[in-house]
């Protein structure tokens, strides 16, 4: 499965991108251009943008 999480750069949401990929999905973590994704798993895909921004997270969350 494809899943999308956001606030990957914090502590919790980059703990839940590890255990996603861990258990066979296919992670792409949402985050800020000023952010970095320290917890990233071999194969996961970062996508920066802001929340705020809808165009932005329609991209992250396409399937594309």
């Known amino acids: 499965m494809k899943i999308l999480v956001t606030g990957v750069s914090g502590y919790l949401g980059g703990q839940v991108g590890v255990r996603l990929?861990?258990?066979g999905h296919q992670v792409r973590g949402f985050l800020r251009?000023?952010?970095h994704w320290r917890s990233r798993p071999p194969g996961a895909e970062?996508?920066?943008g802001d929340v705020t921004?809808?165009?932005a997270f329609r991209r992250a969350?396409?399937?594309e």
């Open 21 to 23: 990929a861990r258990a």
């Open 33 to 35: 251009q000023t952010s």
């Open 46 to 48: 970062a996508v920066y």
């Open 53 to 55: 921004d809808a165009l």
């Open 61 to 63: 969350a396409s399937a």
